[in-house]
């Protein structure tokens, strides 16, 4: 597996990713079985995903919302500011070839 920053690699990263979510979701006294129902996933999946971090970004994102963390995965959606003054006022770039 590819070894990340810090010497953790990405396995071990989903693993504690999901073992996060299974403490977001004792600390609000909530089941496998009603959160599952809240983001309109099985419960194993729900199990699996806080086990070993196994799933799909689809039901990340279901979990996420359904425990009210959305805002956590806005943030990564959000473009980076320009961090250059170049950047604010270079043109913008094309997005597509043309045909």
Do not use: F, H
């Not at 953790?8 to 979510?21: K, P, Q, V, Y």
């Not at 089941?31 to 194993?44: M, N, V």
């Not at 039901?59 to 806005?74: F, I, K, N, P, S």
């Amino acid at each position: 597996m590819l070894d990340l920053d810090q010497g953790i690699s990405a396995t071990e990263r989903a693993g504690r990713l999901g073992t996060r979510l299974r403490e977001l979701r004792l600390r609000r006294n909530v089941t496998q079985t009603a959160l599952a129902e809240r983001a309109g996933i099985s419960r194993p999946t729900l199990a699996a995903l806080e086990r070993n971090g196994r799933g799909t970004i689809e039901t990340l994102a279901a979990v996420m919302y359904a425990l009210g963390r959305e805002g956590e995965l806005d943030a990564l959606l959000r473009p980076d500011p320009p961090s250059t003054l170049d950047e604010v006022t270079a043109p913008q770039k094309r997005q597509r070839a043309r045909r």
